[in-house]
């Protein structure tokens, strides 16, 4: 059941509710990847900073760099994001993590003002 609304959800999203779906699932990868490195379970801890890599560079690919500087500021943004979580996969640390989490809650709340008004998200192709 919850799956198929999940899939009926994404579905219907426009491309700023989908952008913010990824912030939200991406989040929460991260958070999940912090508390395994705090119990010492690098595998999973791994598990997770990988699934928020692939969703950060699903990012990087719907971006609709045609459209200029805004575009292109977040793929600059996006690859500073896989960096840091390079870093943290090698040397199995939680500061990175931080990072980029910030980073997503600061953009997040920018695209929820976007979607809220009704904009529709040039930079990312439906």
């Known amino acids: 059941m919850l799956d198929q609304y999940l899939r009926i959800q994404v579905e219907t999203a426009t ?3 989908l952008v913010l779906m990824v912030y939200e699932s991406t989040i ?13 379970n690098v595998e999973e801890a791994n598990e997770s900073l990988f699934k928020a890599q692939n969703a950060i560079a699903e990012l990087i690919g719907a971006l609709n760099l045609e459209v200029g500087e805004i575009a292109t500021s977040l793929h600059n943004l996006y690859s500073f994001m896989l960096r840091k979580l390079n870093d943290a996969v090698i040397k199995k640390q939680k500061n990175p993590i931080d990072e980029v989490i910030t980073l997503l809650n600061s953009l ?3 695209w929820e003002e976007v979607v809220k008004r009704g904009t529709k998200g040039i930079v ?3």
């Open 28 to 40: 929460r990868s991260l958070e999940k990847a912090k508390l395994k490195l705090s119990k010492n």
């Open 15 to 17: 491309p700023g509710e």
């Open 108 to 110: 997040k709340e920018a």
């Open 124 to 126: 990312v192709q439906a």
